[in-house]
């Protein structure tokens, strides 16, 4: 049973430039989040996807954007990259029906993006 | 907007002495839950509570949720090296799917 999976592990952009990010779900989970965890912070929430449509956003600008799949799977893109966009981009999913009460989050390995 | 504090920021301990980190939220929260994050790891989910007064204990691990479901905590019993890692509290509030994270509370055990 694989968990989440992240891709790319590394990215390098340049200011300006734009990015899309993927994360495919632990089998059985139909909610995907997307959080950005700045080094040395907790992880911050960007926003939550499901049944394809963003269920809840956090207080991200509209540069922040995402996508939600048939098969689950999530992309996320960032739009005119700032070097502040500079973080570990974490992806968790959940299913609230599967797993009865708890909305247990499982989070992929991250996508480690740089802006320079 | 709401904010979720942890103390303290970092700890470092003797191995097999105990540590606590302490989680306060500015809202009363409809549950939290506690993640642990090893050095360039993702997290990792360890707990939820939900309920208020409600505690939990994994092996040497002891969670609470406050009365007022507010503040919570994590004490571990006799760490060891594999305890080493940032333990993370993450709350939401009813009507919300957004968890907030707290701080972190940065351990470091010494053997």
């Known amino acids: 049973d694989a968990g989440v999976t992240q891709s790319p592990t590394h990215l390098i952009k340049t200011r300006g430039q734009q990015v899309t990010l993927r994360c495919s779900p632990k089998s059985g989970h139909d909610t995907v989040s997307w959080y950005q965890q700045a080094l040395g912070q907790g992880p911050q929430f960007i926003f939550q996807?499901?049944?394809?449509?963003?269920?809840q956003r956090g207080n991200f600008p509209d540069r922040f954007s995402g996508h939600q799949f048939p098969n689950y799977s999530s992309e996320l893109n960032v739009n005119a990259l700032l070097l502040g966009d500079s973080a570990l981009y974490l992806c968790?999913?959940?299913?609230?029906?599967?797993?009865?009460?708890?909305?247990?989050?499982?989070f992929g390995p991250g996508t480690r993006l740089t802006v320079l | 907007g709401q904010q979720v504090m942890q103390i303290p920021q970092y700890q470092h301990v003797q191995e097999g002495e105990d540590f606590t980190t302490y989680c306060n939220s500015s809202?009363?929260?409809?549950?939290i839950q506690w993640y642990k994050q090893r050095p360039g790891g993702h997290p990792v989910f360890l707990i939820q509570l939900v309920k208020s007064g409600e505690v939990k204990k994994q092996k040497r691990l002891t969670f609470q949720f406050g009365e007022a479901k507010k503040n919570s905590s994590l004490h571990i019993t006799a760490t060891q090296t594999t305890d080493v890692g940032t333990y993370f509290c993450?709350?939401?509030?009813?009507?919300?799917?957004?968890?907030?994270f707290g701080t972190g509370t940065r351990l470091k055990v010494l053997a």
């Open positions: 996807y499901y049944e394809e449509e963003e269920r």
């Open positions: 809202t009363t929260l409809s549950n």
């Open positions: 968790a999913s959940s299913a609230l029906w599967w797993e009865r009460s708890t909305d247990t989050q499982y």
């Open positions: 993450a709350g939401t509030t009813s009507g919300t799917y957004k968890y907030i």
